[in-house]
């Protein structure tokens, strides 16, 4: 993951995500860019994003973790970014998508 997602040393966060979360992130707070045909290059930080594999939708949502952070705020807000993903699978399926 990005360090500005995990926002500790990349090494060390991802030794501990390994320790701690039971399923692999995939893309989720990795990186999607491309290369034009001049030589840039752009790239974004896969966050809010979604995977259809067999038929299933499959997302995930974090918060950032600081000293201060108030554990159910950071709860609530995870479910709030959860809740927004699948909203946009809602709209997509009733055929809300302008």
Do not use: W
Not at 7 to 13: D, M, N, Q, S, V
Not at 15 to 24: F, T
Not at 55 to 80: C, L, R, Y
Request: charge should be negative; proline fraction near 4%.
């Amino acid at each position: 993951p990005a360090g500005t997602v995990t926002g500790a040393p990349k090494i060390r966060a991802m030794e501990i995500i390994h320790e701690l979360e039971p399923n692999r992130r995939d893309i989720y707070s990795g990186a999607v860019g491309f290369f034009d045909f001049t030589g840039n290059v752009n790239t974004c930080i896969t966050i809010r994003t979604m995977i259809m594999k067999n038929g299933s939708v499959h997302f995930q949502s974090g918060a950032g973790i600081v000293h201060d952070s108030d554990p159910t705020k950071e709860f609530d807000e995870t479910v709030n970014k959860a809740k927004a993903i699948m909203a946009a699978i809602d709209f997509a399926e009733k055929g809300l998508v302008a």
